[in-house]
């Protein structure tokens, strides 16, 4: 009897996954894989890297706040995964009319993520840190949040946990100060996409190649990282 699909990787599960998402975003997001080793051990392990410049957002706290996502219900979560496509084309033309709107007087940061393969939660966590253009002048939470989350996702981040979904630790590789986006809710998150897509994911092997997909789809657009129109939709 094949073992069910789990939200919970191995390191195995992760490396299988990333290299998945990467053939997916190949020729859409530069997306890197890098290897290390790790401290006291032979053998070398992965991440994923991508640096870009992320527009800012304009939005105010003076914003429509009907326009809130609801708490990270199981609903909220399906209700949001059927809506990924069209979120994503929307942001996307309203970007453009924003560039349209700006012009040269556009803001923008400088940002560094990373998705790395946490062994404690046995799942990948997003790391970012951001600079102004720059890339001389770090960021702060305040302008993380005013900057790269959208205006009707920052209350259900902040919300998130006991500190707020965003927290700020020693990179796990680089041992410097890297934010993320904390994992704790991303088992919960993955179980609630498998029970919503059975036929689609009967197996591991299945389930590994959509997972970053999936994952990313949430945890990105929590800080405005987006993934193309073409990917969500697979």
């Known amino acids: 009897m094949t073992p069910s699909p789990s939200a919970r990787l191995s390191y195995g599960d992760f490396e299988i996954a990333i290299k998945a998402f990467l053939d997916q975003v190949n020729g859409h ?3 890197t894989f890098f290897e290390y080793k790790e401290p ?4 070398s392990r992965g991440y994923l890297a991508l640096n870009r410049l992320q527009h800012t957002h304009k939005a105010t706290d003076t914003e429509n706040d009907e326009e809130n ?3 990270n219900t199981d609903a909220g979560m399906l209700d949001c995964l059927a809506s990924i496509g069209d979120d994503l084309e929307e942001e996307e033309d309203e970007s453009q009319l924003s560039l349209s709107r700006d012009g040269a007087h556009d803001e923008f ?3 560094s993520y990373h998705i790395v393969f946490s062994p404690s939660y046995q799942v990948p966590v997003l790391y970012f840190n951001a600079f102004t253009s720059d890339s001389t002048t770090p960021v702060g939470l305040d ?3 005013h900057s790269l989350v959208p205006h009707e996702w920052r209350d259900t ?10 927290s700020q630790q020693d990179h796990p590789i680089f041992n410097i100060p890297y934010y993320y986006m904390h994992p704790c809710e991303t088992v919960s998150l993955m179980e609630t ?3 919503a897509n059975p036929d689609r994911f009967e197996t591991q092997e299945a389930f590994l190649k959509s997972y970053i997909t999936a994952w990313l789809s949430f945890t990105g657009q929590a800080i405005g990282l987006s993934l193309p129109v073409e990917i969500a939709r697979e």
């Not at 006291?40 to 053998?43: A, F, K, P, V, W």
């Not at 981040?157 to 965003?166: E, H």
Request: proline residues 7%; hydrophobic residues 40%.
């Open 29 to 31: 997001v530069p997306w």
């Open 40 to 43: 006291r051990s032979t053998s």
């Open 69 to 71: 996502l609801s708490p």
């Open 109 to 111: 940061l400088s940002v």
């Open 143 to 145: 302008q993380i949040y």
């Open 157 to 166: 981040v902040r919300n998130s946990g006991l500190t707020g979904g965003i």
């Open 193 to 195: 996409v498998l029970a």
